[in-house]
């Protein structure tokens, strides 16, 4: 987020948008979703060192989560209200109706479970920040653009019709969380109300876009959400450690743009990106489009110049790699999408209650 911070005032578009100071996530706010328990061990152990803990908290901390993929770190419980915090913040300032959009980059925190913490993930600030929104907005679009399926927000709103939660990302045996299947579509009122979109490795800018264009597209005449949350996990780009998808910034752009043409409130947060300089290239150019800002191809000088060589321009290029994704898989995904939004129901014709 740092690196990302410092290429969007290079290119100074701090100066169209309005920063506002984060506040952190109150007690309430955080049991808004994560169960009391959790976030009662997450205060527990706050002020403690690694060395500090003792072997019964360290039971505990198996139970909730803390450990392999999400390490214990000094205060703990300050950083998850600090991430909780900014996202509601946000979403705090679009219910204010003082703002059509507002963008959390350190936000996006999508596999944090009620009651644990997941995936890197200590407090799952997109669930909190939606429970805010629903105060006001009766349905709300939820996209997840990482890499990763965005299993805690789908988990937390698979009951409602008042959450769509779609999500596309890459699916195969052994790639973490291994959920998001084609068929899992919600339950009882939230049936048909999750749509996942599984893809394998290699998926280009192109082919991308022709199949997720024209779905959202579909999804927001049938859903009619009030507004829309998105989640920009840079994971996907070419470059990325992860090396799955080979997209450019192109990709994202495309959504982006689709979501700012509904004229809708719009809640922009951050997510994965394990290649620094590219996930600071894709949400500062995210960011120019949100503010209807061109900015040069050419990177500015700034502190991190040196990291976008060799050719410091903010595009990124496709990579030579297999794609692994067939016309048949991919049409597949279409039928298969398009036959199950066909069921959501209007606002109008189905309201219930969260």
């Given at each position: 987020?740092t690196?990302?911070?410092?290429?969007?005032?290079?290119?100074?578009?701090?100066?169209?948008v309005t920063?506002?100071?984060?506040?952190?996530?109150?007690?309430e706010?955080?049991?808004?979703?994560?169960?009391?328990?959790?976030?009662?061990?997450?205060k527990?152990?706050?002020?403690?060192?690694?060395e500090?803990?003792?072997d019964?908290?360290?039971?505990?901390?198996?139970k909730y989560?803390?450990?392999?993929?999400?390490?214990?770190i000094?205060?703990i419980?300050?950083?998850?209200?600090?991430?909780g915090?900014a996202?509601?913040?946000?979403a705090?300032?679009l219910?204010?109706?003082?703002?059509e959009?507002?963008?959390?980059w350190?936000?996006?925190w999508?596999h944090?479970k009620?009651?644990?913490?997941?995936?890197?993930?200590?407090?799952?600030d997109?669930?909190?920040?939606?429970?805010?929104?629903?105060?006001?907005?009766?349905?709300?679009l939820?996209?997840d653009?990482?890499?990763?399926h965005?299993?805690?927000?789908e988990?937390a709103?698979?009951h409602t019709?008042r959450v769509?939660c779609?999500?596309?990302?890459?699916h195969?045996?052994?790639?973490?969380?291994?959920?998001?299947?084609?068929n899992?579509?919600?339950y009882?009122k939230?049936?048909?109300?999750?749509?996942?979109?599984p893809?394998?490795?290699?998926?280009?800018?192109?082919?991308?876009?022709?199949?997720?264009?024209?779905?959202?597209?579909?999804?927001?005449?049938k859903f009619?959400p009030?507004?829309v949350?998105?989640?920009?996990?840079?994971?996907?780009?070419?470059?990325?450690?992860?090396?799955a998808?080979?997209l450019?910034?192109?990709?994202p752009?495309?959504?982006i743009?689709?979501?700012?043409?509904?004229n809708?409130p719009l809640?922009?947060?951050?997510g994965?990106?394990?290649?620094a300089?590219?996930?600071?290239?894709?949400?500062?150019?995210?960011?120019?489009?949100l503010?209807?800002?061109?900015?040069?191809?050419?990177?500015p000088?700034?502190k991190?110049?040196?990291?976008?060589?060799?050719?410091y321009?903010i595009q990124?290029?496709?990579?030579?790699m297999?794609?692994?994704n067939?016309?048949?898989?991919?049409?597949?995904?279409?039928?298969?999408?398009?036959?199950?939004?066909?069921?959501?129901?209007?606002?109008?014709?189905?309201f219930?209650?969260?």
């Open positions: 987020v690196v990302t911070h410092n290429l969007i005032r290079a290119y100074q578009l701090l100066h169209h920063v506002i100071p984060p506040s952190f996530a109150t007690i706010e955080l049991k808004s979703f994560h169960s009391e328990e959790y976030i009662e061990f997450l527990k152990i706050n002020g403690l060192t690694e500090e803990l003792l019964e908290q360290e039971e505990e901390m198996e989560g803390i450990g392999y993929d999400c390490p214990f000094p205060q419980f300050d950083a998850a209200a600090m991430i915090g996202t509601v913040t946000a705090k300032a219910l204010s109706g003082e703002y959009i507002a963008v959390n350190g936000g996006g999508h944090a009620k009651d644990q913490a997941d995936g890197f993930c200590y407090v799952n997109i669930v909190l920040g939606i429970l805010h929104l629903l105060q006001k907005y009766k349905r709300v939820y996209v653009l990482d890499l990763h965005g299993d805690g927000v988990e709103f698979a019709s769509l779609f999500s596309i990302h890459k195969e045996v052994g790639f973490y969380p291994g959920t998001g299947l084609l899992d579509i919600g009882g939230g049936k048909y109300y999750t749509i996942n979109v893809l394998f490795d290699g998926i280009q800018d192109s082919q991308y876009i022709e199949l997720i264009i024209p779905l959202l597209s579909k999804t927001q005449k009619q009030d507004i949350v998105c989640q920009c996990g840079a994971d996907t780009l070419a470059g990325d450690p992860f090396a998808f080979n450019t910034l192109r990709a752009a495309e959504c743009k689709l979501f700012k043409s509904w809708i809640l922009v947060l951050g994965g990106g394990y290649n300089v590219n996930t600071a290239r894709c949400w500062t150019y995210l960011l120019s489009l503010v209807d800002k061109t900015v040069e191809s050419d990177i000088d700034h991190y110049l040196m990291k976008y060589g060799p050719d321009e990124i290029c496709p990579r030579t297999p794609n692994r067939s016309t048949e898989h991919l049409k597949l995904i279409t039928d298969t999408v398009l036959k199950n939004i066909d069921y959501i129901q209007s606002p109008f014709s189905d219930s209650g969260f």
